[in-house]
């Protein structure tokens, strides 16, 4: 376990925590049941569906691997729901500013990112009903994945969803600023089981290939760098 009296590093997101740090995010000590659960699914679907994952060893079976990636876009539209439904408050507050410039320039902000958090809403709610559709029919082989085994377990341990628009070399995989275009998402996990460490990417094959041109980039990373071209995905 990477727990230290039921607590684990965790980085916190949010405005507050942004301004704080000049910019910059700086891990806090966390409750390891706040750092690593969310309420997306309910005790019993939650057993049901990941039961193949978590009370067996993992063996980078297709199902394995498509469900590791399908808990990681579940959160992604859990949390990405959540943000969506603090545009209203953060409207009222923006029109209650006695600053005339600084109400407009919030506004302009808070436009901006309501647009765009609608947009990555809906591209989550897709990516998640497509996922879901290959669950239903137990088609696990449609959904593609690379695994990385390490001998060690993991000192860092995280999971999500994200769009990626370069590989790991810089080259440019996708524009997701092109609103007329539906990004291909990519989904990530770094996790241990029995002592050894596992990381994992999952995605669904899309027409720009997204995901095989980023795993390849990183397949490409010497092994002595791996470690450090992780930490900055992370």
């Not at 770094?190 to 994992?200: D, E, L, N, R, T």
């Amino acid at each position: 376990a990477i727990a230290r009296d039921g607590h684990v590093y965790s980085f916190l997101p949010s405005l507050e925590n942004i301004e704080r740090g000049n910019g910059l995010l700086e891990p806090e000590l966390r409750g390891i049941n706040q750092a690593s659960t969310f309420s997306g699914f309910c005790g019993i679907h939650d057993d049901k569906i990941f039961a193949p994952m978590e009370k067996h060893d993992f063996e980078c079976s297709d199902e394995q691997c498509f469900l590791v990636g399908y808990r990681a876009i579940a959160r992604e539209l859990y949390t990405k729901t959540a943000s969506a439904s603090t545009n209203p408050m953060l409207r009222d507050m923006i029109a209650a500013q006695t600053n005339d410039e600084r109400r407009e320039g919030l506004g302009s902000i808070h436009d901006v990112y309501t647009a765009a958090t609608a947009v990555g809403l809906e591209n989550a709610r897709n990516s998640k009903l497509a996922h879901d559709a290959i669950l239903v029919e137990r088609n696990f082989e449609v959904a593609a994945s690379y695994a990385v085994f390490c001998l060690k377990k993991k000192d860092v341990m995280c999971s999500g969803g994200f769009f990626p628009e370069q590989d790991f070399t810089g080259n440019e995989l996708q524009d997701v600023a092109d609103l007329s275009a539906t990004p291909e998402l990519l989904s990530f996990a770094a996790f241990s089981q029995g002592g050894k460490g596992w990381i994992v990417f999952s995605w669904l094959p899309g027409p720009k290939e997204v995901g095989i041109r980023f795993v390849q980039s990183f397949h490409e990373i010497a092994d002595d760098n791996i470690g450090d071209a992780l930490v900055r995905l992370f």
